[in-house]
Structure formats: C-alpha cells, structure tokens
C-alpha cells in the first residue's frame, strides 16, 4: 500500500529537522545512475589516470600498465556497484518496514479506541 496514500510519511519525518546531508544525496545520484554508464566512466577514468602517470613515470604508455588499470577499474567498480545496490536494496527495506510499523501503530490506536 505504497501508492496512493503518502500519509503515512508524515510519522517518518527526521526527527532534528536536519536536510538531507550532501554525502547521501551523492549516494542517491549514484543509485540512480546507469550503472553500465557509471561503470565505463570510472573505466575511462582509470586508464586517462593510468596512461598519465605512465607518461610520467616512464616516459611513454605502456600496454601492461594499461591492461592492469582496465582489470583493477572492473574489479573494484564492480564492487562499487554491489555495494551500491545492496544500500539500494536495503532503503527498499527500511521504508517497507517503516510503513509496516506505522500501519501496525495506526492499528493499535483504533483498537485503543474502541476499547
């Protein structure tokens, strides 16, 4: 019952009136993003880096250097991705749990009444 009715999301209001903190809309953006894009931006990123810090430390790029950067840029975006999808997963989580308690807590107050 998550549609229509948003009442429910009145009880979930943070509590200290802080705003949403810039770390977790970064982390929002990055769950919401392509992550085949995400994948092959961070891809690129690492053999622009890779190619450059070659040039500087041996004057020229090197296929080897670059090779390693293409398998530790999937490794390790890779698992940027997992992680990413897990802390989706469990926002999923926490707002169906969230809504579970507040229509058990509604539920309780209409008994309490009748009584």
Do not use: C, P
Not at 93 to 109: C, G, M, P, V
Request: without cysteine; negative net charge; proline residues 0%.
């Amino acid at each position: 019952m998550k549609g229509g009715d948003d009442s429910w999301n009145e009880g979930l209001a943070v509590k200290d009136g802080a705003s949403e903190s810039i770390s977790e809309r970064i982390i929002q953006k990055l769950i919401d993003a392509n992550h085949w894009v995400m994948l092959s931006i961070v891809v690129i990123l690492a053999e622009i880096f890779t190619s450059i810090m070659s040039v500087i430390l041996k004057g020229e790029v090197t296929y080897d250097y670059l090779i390693t950067a293409l398998i530790v840029s999937i490794i390790v975006g890779g698992a940027l991705l997992y992680f990413l999808l897990e802390i989706k997963q469990t926002r999923s989580h926490n707002i169906d749990l969230q809504h579970e308690i507040f229509e058990r807590k509604q539920a309780e107050d209409g008994l309490e009444i009748a009584h």
